[in-house]
């Protein structure tokens, strides 16, 4: 069954440090997977996403994660936090096919970043 | 954006009430979800459909009904609400042809 993990529920860091948000999943299968990032009382919204093409993925607003099947993991990153990159970060699976496709989401890292 | 509105944005009610919330997609998109929001819980799935009238339990869908009668609709029922259903219900469909699912602003309940 697929599963994701989410190692971290909260990380601060400065204003202008390297970001580092850290998911490991399991899959029997070649999986699709994403980093959605929800604001403070706002949606969800797709920050990247791999489905079996480049394995360094680059997203919205600075963000990129690289895949690594050996380590199963797609581990979130930014070179310089920005104020406004303080969010709820969800690490996402998809799981099934066809008619049964479904999304496995992981609990959640809040990053607070402090100016 | 996928053109995806719910309604109502905010609502409260008593326990015991039978409570129905709506998502209105305008992309055609075969797939759509209900998911439910709680702090330490991330986002659960709660009924999903593959079309019309075609639809399926998610991972916590006691308590729950749904409906897809046209492919822009997708009603989410609480039968009779209990206050452990308090919580944020976010809509969202899937195009498949984009690998990504795109979500409604959320409807915030409380049952009171």
């Known amino acids: 069954a697929q599963s994701v993990t989410q190692l971290d529920s909260h990380v601060s860091v400065s204003e202008g440090t390297p970001v580092l948000l850290r998911c490991n999943y399991s899959?029997?299968?070649?999986?699709?997977l994403f980093w959605y990032v929800q604001h403070p009382n706002k949606g969800l919204q797709l920050l990247l996403k791999?489905?079996?093409?480049a394995t360094l993925v680059k997203g919205i607003n600075g963000f990129e994660a690289e895949f690594k099947k050996s380590e199963t993991s797609f581990h979130l990153t930014k070179p310089s936090a920005h104020m406004s990159d303080a969010a709820e970060y969800f690490c996402?699976?998809?799981?099934?096919?066809?008619?049964?496709?479904?999304?496995?989401w992981g609990l959640g890292t809040s990053l607070a970043v402090n100016p | 954006d996928a053109g995806i509105t719910q309604s109502p944005r905010h609502k409260v009610t008593e326990t015991g009430t039978p409570v129905t919330l709506r998502c209105h997609q305008t992309?055609?998109?075969?797939?759509m979800y209900w998911y439910r929001q709680d702090p330490g819980h991330g986002l659960r799935l709660i009924h999903y459909?593959?079309?019309?009238?075609?639809?399926d339990k998610g991972e916590v869908s006691d308590g729950y009904s749904v409906s897809r009668s046209k492919t822009e609709d997708f009603l989410l029922t609480l039968e009779s609400a209990t206050s452990s259903q308090t919580s944020v219900y976010f809509c969202?469909?899937?195009?498949?042809?984009?690998?990504?699912?795109?979500f409604g602003p959320g409807t915030r309940l409380t049952v009171l």
């Open positions: 969202a469909t899937d195009s498949l042809t984009n690998n990504e699912q795109f």
């Open positions: 992309e055609n998109h075969r797939y």
């Open positions: 459909s593959y079309g019309v009238k075609d639809t």
């Open positions: 899959s029997s299968y070649s999986p699709s």
């Open positions: 791999y489905t079996s093409a």
């Open positions: 996402v699976v998809t799981s099934g096919a066809g008619n049964n496709r479904k999304l496995i």
